[in-house]
């Protein structure tokens, strides 16, 4: 079984504070995502990395960065949070190559206020 | 743009009944296409998937179909129960600089009523 962990069910964060969101998988995946999920949006998704030390932007970019040093950990960073990022945070993985199924983290609702 | 569009946002079923959710998609290059069924506090759990090689897919009571002509693929449920009740996500993959992603439609959430 895929286990996909993340550091924080919920989190409340002061406007402008720097915020880290951990994503731990133990599944050996090549590939790692960071999407957010808001009521009548769906997933959308922020930043991917398909390799160690490597990163892409997805669809909504701004205002996060994310780091990969290692094959099973992804961070996703809020430089200076602000109230539009109050939102539910998942983490996907995917094994890679000609395998795209994604396998979710449990989820952090993060608070900005 | 990348898109997928997901139909309708909200349904609502007896037990028993059948549901269907439509998506369609932008890109004719798209070749996965997963549903995602994500219960309330809980995490989005893939239910079933298809491949464009491929026109339909059952697994018990549930099936998908795909019409790659007209872009879209629907999720469908048979003899529905309460458990059945959740939100319900379709994705379609796009290449984005040489890597596959998946672009979600907005979810569907599906009640059903004993």
């Known amino acids: 079984d895929v286990k996909v962990t993340q550091s924080s069910r919920y989190l409340v964060k002061r406007t402008g504070e720097k915020v880290f969101l951990e994503c731990v998988q133990d599944?050996?995946?090549?590939?790692m995502f960071w999407y957010r999920q808001d009521p009548g949006l769906g997933l959308r998704l922020i930043y991917f990395?398909?390799?160690?030390?490597?990163?892409e932007k997805g669809d909504i970019p701004e205002g996060y960065s994310v780091s990969r040093e290692k094959k099973e950990r992804f961070s996703l960073i809020l430089e200076s949070a602000s109230t539009n990022q109050t939102s539910m945070y998942l983490c996907?993985?995917?094994?890679?190559?000609?395998?795209?199924?994604?396998?979710f983290g449990p989820g952090t609702r993060l608070t900005v206020t | 743009g990348e898109n997928v569009e997901q139909h309708p946002s909200t349904l609502s079923v007896q037990e028993g009944d059948s549901a269907v959710i439509k998506c369609t998609y932008s890109?004719?290059?798209?070749?996965?296409f997963p549903w995602y069924k994500q219960e309330l506090g809980k995490r989005p759990q893939l239910i079933i998937d298809?491949?464009?090689?491929?026109g339909e897919k059952k697994d018990q009571r549930i099936a998908v179909t795909l019409n790659k002509t007209a872009k879209h693929f629907s999720l469908h449920i048979t003899e529905t129960q309460p458990e059945d009740s959740a939100v319900y996500f379709c994705?379609?993959?796009?290449?984005?600089?040489?890597?596959?992603?998946?672009?979600f439609g907005a979810g569907t959430r599906l009640a059903v009523h004993p």
């Open positions: 990395s398909y390799d160690v030390k490597m990163k």
């Open positions: 996907a993985t995917a094994p890679g190559g000609a395998r795209y199924e994604q396998y």
């Open positions: 599944m050996d995946h090549e590939n």
């Open positions: 994705a379609a993959s796009f290449l984005s600089g040489g890597y596959n992603k998946l672009i």
């Open positions: 298809i491949r464009s090689n491929v």
């Open positions: 890109d004719s290059a798209s070749n996965y």
